[in-house]
């Protein structure tokens, strides 16, 4: 396949772009909302996982190499087809948005207080814009280069604050009972939800994906969740921890080797900004594989539009406070809502073309 990319490609993608999700933009609303048991609401709602990860290898299986809304207006029609495509690109420009958000945040925030946040967000998607320009390849070469030292800093920072870890903050567990982890859960299943995106991206994959491989998938995004969730929980105490913004970035700040290395929170910059710059070029690039244009000059002017678009809305003047509260009661919820609804049709659709084919055939 001339423009395609391997699973591992495809997984190092996937573990950069919804690592962000789950590692730095859900975990703040899980803590909130869960405390204590935000654990066990991400271990709770890996069955459901595992039976939405069932759904998606069906579409995938069923649908074959031929790309899914090609697929789909075959099957049943433009009107269909025009529907579920706007429903889509609306999910990815709002990951997008969201993204872009949260990031010029943390910057604003955290080490450049004094730049404007306009100059945060048009350099930042702008090299994402770039990144998208040069397709599914590009993207997946950043993402080979870019995870490995990603993944190595995790691991340098687990081990480092093991000195300052108290797991006796994990327990006991349901001590309010289940409500607050069914709260967990929603947030929590709005970050992997999203594994669904990769149906669009399915053609370009050059081997079988089957369920068992998927699920290993899903399994890599549930430790990327619980990992420095309990990390959290563990070094702050459950009630320090749901009150900081960005926790995964203050576990960074305690990081302390000997008398003379400390400081080094600096090195999360890369960890956050990797994830985001996949993120955020994966989405742009899904938006003109949803409506399909042709490499040429309109598919450079729509990304250059989507990046528009996305900027524009990112850097709508409301505070952090603001965009917080709205993650937490209308857009995680709503991002689950929608990628529940969109995989159940398009799962629904290739149940019933299978029905078809099997009457046409009898």
Partial sequence: MKNGISFIQLIFILMLSNGLMNHVIVIPILLDAARRDAWISVIAVVPLYLLLIWMISYVYRKTGNEPLLVWMKRKYGTGVTRFLSLLLALYVVGL?????????????????????????????????????????????????????????????????NLQYKDYSYLFPVLEYGWEPVLRGMVYAGAGFSELFL?????HHVGVKVTFWRLAILGLIMVWLTIGPLTGAITEFGPAEAAKLRYPAFEEWRLVKIGLYIEHVDFLSIYQWFSGAFIRVSLAFY????????????????VLVFACLVSMCLALWPYDDIGFYLSLTRFLLPGLLIAALLLTLTLTLLALLSSKKEDLHEQ
């Fill in 96 to 160: 997008a948005v969201i993204t872009i958000k949260d990031t010029i945040t943390w910057v604003n925030l955290t080490f450049a207080p004094q730049a404007p946040m306009f100059i945060h967000a048009l350099f930042f998607s702008l090299v994402c814009l770039i990144n998208s320009l040069f397709g599914i390849r590009s993207i997946s070469m950043v993402s080979v280069f870019l995870l490995p030292i990603v993944v190595l800093l995790g691991f340098f920072v687990m081990s480092t």
């Fill in 198 to 202: 990769l149906l669009l991206i399915k």
């Fill in 286 to 301: 899904l938006l003109v594989e949803i409506f399909n244009f042709p490499d040429g000059r309109k598919r450079v002017w």
